[in-house]
Each structure stands twice: as structure tokens, then as C-alpha cells.
């Protein structure tokens, strides 16, 4: 584990086995742990935010859903691209909780998505247990009703699609209420159920992944100018001979 810097935002990045392990010692725990899988915009939105920072800063665990967010946090190796693109902890997470043989809720913002959601995880484990299904809006639906159905439902883990305010706002208010064992919410705007995204959704993450990485080189070069200048006063104001 390392602690990284993007774009102002302190967090802890976790190689796949370390993440892995780490997040199945969050079964059973007693709490409920929140697992972000974040994108370029993710820090796009937070940049200014108070909130979102915070929430952020707040997660149990954090896994990059883009390469982005990863060479921006000072690592760009093959290895780590690669289990990006492919998906693997969420395909490593998703078969552990079947061998746990945990109850998954899937949660998203319309029914089309939770279809492709269930198609999606169904196809890394067939016999993954599906115990409840729900679509949430934020400002349509009442966030109580919600977290009253997730507390009745079988499911130990959730499993979410919502915008990241959506999700920052329901978790951070109401996220101490739930009685699930982990909730990993999907905040990567590339879901990967989406084998052939919408061509405003493709043209919306090169968007912001044009921002972001405008904003990562003119933060790096703002950090770098303040190093510089206090290793100079610190050099001037040294003893003199």
C-alpha cells in the first residue's frame, strides 16, 4: 500500500492482491465497508467540492477503473493497465463473494442498467445469488424507502451503479444506517457491462478525461513550483559562514 496525491486528494492505493484481500476481510466485520471503483470523473467533480473530497477521502477501499487515475497517481506499469482493462478485481471480488456464498443487491439509476448489471456479473459466476434488485434516482426516489428495502432485503452486498453525486449524497448520509457487509459502488463512468456505450457516453469520458489530465499536469507543475521555492528559502535562510 502506498498513500498517492491526485490532484489534492490523499489516498491509499492497494496493488490487486493486497486490494483483494483486503476487501474480503471486510465480510462479516460487523460495519459496512465502502469499495469505490473511480474514474477521471470522479476527481473532475470533487476538484472545488468539499463533500465529495471528503467522501472520497472516507472510502474503506479505492480501486482505479482507469488508467488515468492511475498514471496520475505516479504508477503507469504494463501489469497494472492491464488489470484495469480487463476487470480483474471486480471479477476477482464478484467470485469471492459467491465462494462466500453471500446474497448480492444490485442497485442503479434505471432498469435497463440492472439488466445489464446481472447479465454482466452472471457471466463471471453463474451461480451468483441475486436477492433483490432496485433503481434509485436521486431527487425522484425517497433515499428512507430505499435504505429501508436494502436493510430488509437477504442481500450482504451490495453491488451499485449511481452517479457519484448520487452515491456520495446516499452513502454519506445514510450509509452508517445500512446493515450490509460491503457495498462496492461502480463509479467508473466506462461500466463495463457496456460493451458498446452510447457514442455521448464515449464522447462525455473523453471529456473528462481530457480535463482531467489538463488539471493533473497543471497541479503537478503548481506542486513542483512550491517544492522548489521552499527548498530555496530553506537554502537562504540557512547559517551563514
Known sequence: ?????????????????????KSTTFFGNGTMDIILYVSAQVFVESGGNKEKRDFL?????????????????GE????????????????????????????VLLLSDSEETL?????YLKGIRENLVIADKYTYVDGVTGPEALVNNINA???EVVLSNLPFSASAALLSQYG?????????????TASPWKQKPHTNSFLERLFYKRVFKRRVM???TIVEEAREN???????????E
Open 1 to 21: 500500500m502506498r498513500e498517492v496525491d491526485v490532484l489534492g486528494i490523499q489516498i491509499k492505493d492497494y496493488p490487486l492482491k493486497e486490494a483483494l484481500h
Open 57 to 73: 477521502r472516507a472510502a474503506d477501499l479505492i480501486i482505479f477503473g482507469e488508467a488515468e487515475v492511475l498514471k496520475a497517481a
Open 76 to 103: 503507469n506499469t504494463k501489469e497494472r493497465r492491464e488489470e484495469i482493462k480487463g476487470q480483474v478485481f471486480l471479477t476477482d471480488f464478484v467470485k469471492r463473494v459467491c465462494r462466500a456464498k453471500m446474497p
Open 115 to 119: 439488466e445489464e448489471m446481472e447479465n
Open 153 to 155: 432485503s437477504a442481500a
Open 176 to 188: 452508517m444506517m445500512m446493515n450490509k457487509d460491503v457495498w462496492l459502488a461502480l463509479l467508473s
Open 218 to 220: 497543471k497541479y503537478n
Open 230 to 240: 521552499e527548498a530555496e528559502e530553506e537554502s537562504a535562510g540557512g547559517p551563514e
